[in-house]
T-cell receptor, first 115, second 111 residues
């Protein structure tokens, strides 16, 4: 599991409230990712980070922000949660597998429900 | 933008049967392709990674092949077991920075 934990594992929140999800890794990997998984859409990239304070947007970044102040922690914030952000959120890290080959490992996921 | 497709979306087979799952991608300039397994309510577990220079990888009863020129990969599962029931996803990386996922094939192995 590459030492990836996510917290909380489950959360129910109300529309309009801010929410922060945390991803923690123990192996000092440079790249970290946040995805959301929804039926019929598979996994879609929200944001990723390629180092402390270095982040970039994915294909579904609207309504989300991220921060990475330490190598081991990558935070995902929903500034004002909406029902469309009800989803399962996965954090992942990237390991170098050799040459120009990279392998992803995932955390256990956070199930977020916005009511 | 890379598009990854997995067909069929669902597959049901009797125990003991050999089966093939398919993954196709639109941009053949990939660094690697990775197969995952996902059990209901769980995270993704990495099964096999095929580098762009490789044609196949094997792990136990699993064999994954890669044909970059045609934009296809297959995951072969030999002698299927009920414990193989899960959703199988493939993902490709073009740059090493981002990964693109298919929507998965839900496999049910019937005892």
């Amino acid at each position: 599991d590459a030492g990836i934990t996510q917290s909380p594992r489950h959360k129910v929140t109300e529309t309009g409230t801010p929410v922060t999800l945390r991803c923690h890794q123990t192996e000092n990997h440079r790249y970290m990712y946040w995805y959301r998984q929804d039926p019929g859409h598979g996994l879609r990239l929200i944001h990723y980070s390629y180092g402390v304070k270095d982040t970039d947007k994915g294909e579904v970044s609207d309504g989300y922000s991220v921060s990475r102040s330490k190598t081991e922690d990558f935070l995902l914030t929903l500034e004002s949660a909406t029902s469309s952000q009800t989803s399962v959120y996965f954090c992942a890290i990237r390991k170098i597998a050799g040459g120009h080959s990279y392998e992803q490992y995932f955390g256990p996921g956070t199930r977020l429900t916005v009511t | 933008k890379q598009e990854v497709t997995q067909i069929p979306a669902a597959l049901s087979v009797p125990e003991g049967e050999n089966l093939v799952l398919n993954c196709s991608f639109t941009d053949s300039a990939i660094y690697n392709l990775q197969w995952f397994r996902q059990d209901p309510g769980k995270g993704l577990t990495s099964l096999l990674l095929i580098q762009s220079s490789q044609r196949e990888q094997t792990s136990g009863r699993l064999n994954a092949s890669l044909d970059k020129s045609s934009g296809r990969s297959t995951l072969y599962i030999a002698a299927s077991q009920p414990g193989d029931s899960a959703t199988y996803l493939c993902a490709v990386s073009n740059t090493g920075n981002q990964f693109y996922f298919g929507t998965g094939t839900s496999l049910t192995v019937i005892p």
